[in-house]
């Protein structure tokens, strides 16, 4: 899940940049509102979470902004403003959600997760394919009803595919959605991720194949599909 993060406060940035990787998200951290704004201009995001006290204007100026250009990616507000009419400002604004500073970690991170559940959101809150199942709440895998282990970043790779399985989803897409623009990603880690997981599901005796299109991207597909690969438009 890519989220844009607009906020000042390089500690608290951080801060939350860790607790939500940690849960699997891909964060991109913004101090200002201009460079927010070019961001959402050309990139595409799961969900905005936005400071309202920003150096060069209002947070609640980009929500008003965001919705009259029509998009519609969830925005949760994160804010020291605690007064009533400062959450009903930001809400009728066109926020999805309010949170007050200062906040845990794991509510911030449940927050983010209910939002993207919504409809029409990225996130449901299981997947299925074949003998294979994942709960993206609890972020855990099962083969057979069995849980097993899988990394955090297989298990984003994993994700992404099982939303698409049975279509091939490109190389550059899952690059975007799995590591942020300012990691230090060398040319064949999405390979090696895919190579560990691969192996992973064999020795597991997952009913899928994690197959390779070779030129445009990866496919999770049943085994009795592995043969039938989509080359339609990717994503």
């Known amino acids: ?16 940049a860790e607790g939500l990787e940690a849960e699997g998200f891909v964060l991109e951290r913004f101090g200002s509102l201009s460079a927010a704004r070019e961001s959402v201009a050309v990139d595409r995001y799961d969900l905005f979470l936005i400071d309202l006290g920003m150096p060069d204007g209002d947070g609640i100026d980009f929500v008003r902004a965001v919705r009259r250009a029509g998009n519609t990616t969830p925005i949760l507000v994160i804010t020291a403003r605690n007064g009533l009419g400062d959450r009903v400002g930001g809400l009728d604004s066109g926020a999805d959600d309010y949170l007050v500073k200062p906040f845990d970690m794991p509510e911030l991170a449940a927050r983010c997760r209910a939002l993207l559940r919504r409809p029409g959101a990225c996130l449901g809150t299981t997947l299925n394919v074949e003998n294979l199942d994942f709960d993206t709440i609890a972020r855990e895998v099962r083969i057979s009803g069995q849980v097993i282990h899988v990394p955090p970043r297989e298990c984003d790779l994993l994700e992404r595919l099982m939303r698409r399985a049975g279509h091939v989803v490109s190389k550059a897409s899952l690059e975007d959605t799995m ?36 030129g445009i991207g ?7 599909q592995a043969g039938q690969v989509e080359r339609g438009a990717p994503r």
């Open 218 to 224: 990866y496919m999770l597909a049943p085994a009795a």
């Open 1 to 16: 899940m890519r989220v844009l993060l607009a906020e000042d406060n390089p500690r608290l940035a951080s801060l939350i």
């Open 179 to 214: 590591y942020a623009l300012s990691s230090e990603v060398s040319p064949n880690a999405l390979e090696a991720v895919v190579s560990r997981l691969r192996r992973r599901l064999v020795a597991e005796k997952a009913r899928v194949v994690l197959h390779t299109a070779h």
